[in-house]
């Protein structure tokens, strides 16, 4: 096999199937963005260092950058533009972060964001101090980190309230 060889791969993205035939060194951070025009993940570094590709995989916060696209067949991808409810109404933390302004160029705040929704869900949440060193793996060269503390604790928040109310 050639490196120019391509692959048949399926990727199941937001609920939705995408097929797509990619050489298998692509990552899937490039299929996201150049094979599927999913650019809401973005490509700070490519070497797992900032955390702006930051996707889910099955539930998981991942590095797409560093994961083959074809590593990710048959498992449950979400990218920023899979977060907001089928109605177009916010997740909690696109709304927490719009709220305490915790994002200014916007470049970080996909990667953020994703990490954020993970990082509740992992319960590391517990304090101002645990949401920094949780969330540490996403650099912001805009200096927003003391806003994506204060929306990550709104967040975390609002979670646990709505998850009290339906239980
Ligand atoms: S682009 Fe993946 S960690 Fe920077
Ligand atoms: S908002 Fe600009 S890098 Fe974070």
Redo the contacts with the bound molecule.
Sequence with gaps: MTSKTRIPIQLQINGYLHELEVEPRVTLLDALRDHLGLTGTKKGCDQGQCGACTVHVDGQRVLACLTLAAQAEGRAITSIEGLANGDGTLHAVQAAFLEQDA???????PGQIMSAVACIREGHTGSDDEIREYMAGNL???G?YPHIVAAVRQAALEVASSMETAS
């Design positions: 994002f200014q160029c916007g470049y970080c705040t912001c060269r805009c927003a």
